[in-house]
């Protein structure tokens, strides 16, 4: 059995995920780094729901209780009270990751970032069963006398995220424990997520708290600051609404 058959056996399985097609997540984000770039007050409870079977999101808490954004992988919009769209932008996932260049950022940019964030959160390690990802099982890494398996993979260019090159590390119990980005687009820097607190979500066990440290030059991890920052509070897997209501 491969690194990521265990891995995904370890989370719920393959074929328990496919049951589903939407999830949708109670969420508070923040972190050093986001403060930097907007009120990141605004994001301490937020919900967002989204899709398993494709990059797409809604943000609920975000603006004021009579909007609510949109995105996709090339759009993002802001959607009134009365259902009109506000403001939108089309965007492709080169511009997710130049976010980072942006002294502030807008409502738009806030939408983007916590929308295809939480989605790629929420979706890994399953995503990395479809079409167009490179994986590889790379030296394992000794962390405090546990050996922890590592397994790199690259993303395909349709995918919007922050490090198109990532590291996953998984315990003896094969639950994912931690993810390197090699190279943060957001911030210039390596950067280490710490996962803990797993939690069983109808069968899918998912780290509820993601902290995250800066990877300096010679390898060692930064103790200055929390740069992000995530705690799930409750999170619901479903079908999809209307494939339910064809058949």
């Keep these: 059995m491969t690194l990521l058959d265990s891995a995904l056996k370890a989370c719920g399985g393959l074929e328990r995920w496919n049951r589903f097609e939407r999830f949708e997540v109670h969420v508070s984000i923040g972190g050093s ?10 994001l301490k409870e937020i919900v967002v729901s989204g899709y398993t079977r494709f990059q797409a999101a809604e943000v609920v808490g975000v603006l004021d209780r009579s909007r609510r954004g949109l995105c996709r992988m090339n759009w993002v919009g802001i959607e009134n009270h009365s259902g009109t769209i506000a403001a939108q932008q089309s965007v492709t996932p080169e511009d997710f990751a130049k976010l980072g260049s942006k002294t502030r950022w807008t409502e738009l940019d806030v939408v983007y970032y916590c929308g295809i964030s939480v989605w790629n959160f929420i979706n890994c390690p399953f995503f990395l069963t479809e079409s167009g990802f490179k994986t590889e099982e790379i030296a394992p890494l000794d962390t405090d006398g546990e050996v922890w398996r590592r397994l790199q993979f690259t993303f395909p260019n349709r995918i919007a995220t922050e490090a198109c090159e990532q590291i996953l590390y998984f315990d003896s119990g094969n639950r994912h424990r931690r993810t390197d980005y090699l190279r943060s687009d957001l911030t210039a820097n390596s950067v280490a997520h710490f996962l803990s607190a797993h939690q069983d979500f109808s069968g899918i066990v998912i780290p509820t708290l993601r902290r995250s440290r800066f990877i300096d030059r010679d390898g060692f991890i ?23 209501a064809v058949i």
């Design 222 to 244: 930064s103790q200055e600051g929390i740069p992000f920052d995530i705690e799930i509070f409750d999170l619901i897997f479903s079908p999809d609404p209307r494939r339910t």
């Design 33 to 42: 780094y986001l403060a930097s770039k907007f009120d990141a007050t605004s």
